[in-house]
């Protein structure tokens, strides 16, 4: 008994200070249904040692066919909540970009909400690469935009061809990989890949990908265990960039 309320109070806090993806804004996609969910969602941000959110709600053809308008709204809504509680975290407003054909008219409408620092999380689709995946990053980059690959790990199409995933990372794409994921959360192949990509050194951002508080609670117990310390101490806390989002 006691051992469960110390370990409750005893709040593990991650080694950097800005979450690159999350679903927190309020009734834009299946995270945050509403501002106290996000709330909530903040709260344990800040416990996680959290102190800059940056929203990456889905943007995806037919299910979340958000706009940068329809989340701008939706940032000012939280960030009003924010201040009435004062809540000590910054929020800023982008987006997880799925590669599909609403993608396609969003980007050459330029109606694109980039993190601070030009970089974009883009999403793959879970069932096949994109044939023209290549061409899209190439100009992604030569618009000036820094591509991320949000969760490589979790297109099982890449786990038997992971020498695919190193030629998406020397062209210049970086790879954020979901904390959860390493929990085993989303399966021991999306945990297998992670290992490698660790092992490889292709991790350049740790996101949480949180879409509800439960997912935070994940993360949280996985912060105490001995497996993530060890996987941290690989990963390397100098090579993240999730500060230098700004
Ligand atoms: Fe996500």
Avoid at 203 to 223: C, K, P, R, T
């Amino acid at each position: 008994m006691f051992n469960l309320f110390h370990r409750k109070k005893n709040k593990v806090r991650l080694p950097y200070h800005t979450d690159v993806h999350s679903h927190i804004l309020p009734g834009v996609d299946h995270g945050s249904q509403d501002v106290q969910q996000s709330l909530e969602m903040l709260r344990a941000e800040l416990e996680m040692g959290i102190d800059r959110v940056i929203c990456t709600s889905h943007v995806t053809a037919e299910t979340f066919e958000n706009t940068s308008k329809s989340l701008t709204e939706a940032g000012k809504v939280l960030q009003k909540a924010i201040e009435e509680v004062e809540l000590p975290i910054e929020i800023q407003v982008s987006a997880e970009y799925r590669i599909d054909e609403y993608w396609s008219k969003l980007y050459a409408a330029g109606d694109i909400l980039p993190m601070p620092g030009g970089y974009l999380l883009l999403e793959n689709s879970f069932q096949q690469e994109l044939l023209e995946l290549d061409e899209l990053l190439f100009d992604v980059q030569l618009k000036g935009y820094r591509p991320i690959l949000a969760h490589p790990e979790r297109y099982s199409y890449y786990s038997r061809r992971r020498g695919r995933l190193e030629q998406l990372h020397n062209a210049g794409v970086k790879f954020q990989i979901n904390i959860l994921s390493l929990t085993g959360y989303f399966g021991a192949g999306a945990r297998d890949t992670v290992l490698w990509l660790i092992k490889h050194g292709m991790v350049d951002f740790l996101g949480s990908d949180m879409h509800n508080v439960e997912h935070a609670h994940i993360i949280q117990d996985y912060l105490r265990t001995r497996d993530w310390r060890k996987q941290f101490a690989q990963i390397g806390e100098n090579r993240l960039l999730n500060d230098n989002v700004r």
